[in-house]
């Protein structure tokens, strides 16, 4: 079912007798039971707002149109958003509904926020086929907060999202990556931690272990990028060879994306812990392969097929299956299981948004 309008969209839920699988573009793969009712139909900008850097759009739309749109204005989503189908092996076009619903967030956010810091408002059909709006269109003019970012990351068990109001920025004019080479984990965290720490406004810190390489990208005009690199070369030649590479967007695309992984078999899991901890943590997971992203804090993790990397995790943090068979998934789960209260409070919600459980039931637990 792709329906074509809001109304439409409201209708069908209103009348829905069955689960429903809600979809945006289908790129990220996360099939659960029931009929399939995809967002692509909403599509095509509402307002866009150079001058106070403001866009709402239907939510269908895909984020390539998006992400034009923006380029012609010299901004972007700074917030990074990632596209998975190289990862997953999906094809479809991601839509900037999916990116809100699953809150998909890129190297960026250590310094921009996550995709919900960007969301000012929503419209959205809940499990009764009402249209709820909450927030607004412009900043000037946001209000309800607190149901725009439940919205976001709830991976459309709470409503299906038809129109998202965001704010955008300018896009920087240059980009500068310090590369330091030959670094073992401890040394590399020690290092990513270095540079977040340092008043030279840092966006991005990476580290991949397959070529013991840290990566820490600076934004901005072009002789402040060119200062803010060759002062953190001076900082961080302590811990290891550091060169300054001036055109690195393909390889921020690639730890985006985690290109180290497309194409190995393999189950991929997605870790989220306190920076500190991971190295502590790695020598219990026991990967094929690793890549960290926001200065340690974010782990992917390549592993044997049927691996339940929960049970390896010992420190505290969540572990989110992104990448596996139907029959793993279905064993272990999408993602962390709640702890009794939150996950009570959650239930609540759900109940509260989708009465009869419509609303991919099932997929947050």
Not at 306 to 311: E, H, I, K
């Amino acid at each position: 079912m792709t329906p074509q309008s809001e109304a439409e969209l409201a209708e069908i839920i209103a009348g829905a007798n069955g689960p429903l699988c809600i979809q945006g573009g289908g790129s990220r793969g996360l099939a659960v039971e029931g009929e399939v009712l995809s967002t692509r139909g909403l599509s095509g900008v509402e307002l866009y707002e150079p001058g106070a850097l403001t866009l709402v759009v239907k939510a269908g739309t895909p984020v390539a149109e998006v992400e034009a749109l923006l380029a012609a204005e010299n901004q972007r989503l700074a917030f990074e958003p990632m596209d998975h189908r190289g990862l997953l092996g999906t094809d479809g076009e991601p839509t900037i509904g999916g990116v809100i619903a699953a809150n998909v967030s890129g190297p960026r956010r250590i310094q921009a926020g996550a995709a919900r810091d960007h969301l000012l408002g929503v419209r959205f059909v809940d499990g009764s086929g009402q249209v709820v709006k909450n927030g607004g269109r412009v900043m000037k003019n946001v209000t309800g907060y607190d149901l725009v970012k439940l919205m976001c990351g709830a991976h459309g068990t709470l409503g299906v999202l038809t129109e998202v109001s965001l704010k955008v920025l300018p896009r920087a004019e240059t980009a500068a990556t310090v590369t330091l080479t030959g670094l073992d984990l401890p040394g590399a965290v020690r290092a990513m931690f270095a540079a977040l720490g340092s008043p030279f406004d840092v966006t991005g810190a990476a580290y991949v272990a397959d070529t013991y390489q840290a990566h820490i990208r600076v934004e901005g005009f072009r002789a402040s990028a060119a200062y803010r690199s060759a002062e953190l070369v001076k900082l961080l030649s302590s811990f290891a060879m550091a060169e300054v590479r001036e055109d690195a967007e393909s390889l921020w695309q690639g730890i985006r994306d985690v290109a180290a992984f497309q194409g190995r078999e393999g189950d991929v899991w997605r870790i989220s812990v306190k920076p500190s901890d991971a190295v502590e943590l790695v020598p219990q997971l026991q990967a094929d392969a690793l890549q960290f992203d926001w200065g340690g804090g974010l782990i992917w993790v390549l592993v044997p097929e049927g691996t339940d990397m929960r049970a390896r995790v010992n420190v505290p943090g969540h572990a989110t299956l992104v990448r596996a068979s139907a029959e793993t998934r279905a064993r272990f789960g999408v993602f962390q299981p709640q702890p009794g209260p939150l996950a009570a409070i959650s239930e609540g919600l759900r109940r509260q948004f989708d009465p009869s459980g419509i609303l991919n039931p099932g997929l947050m637990g």
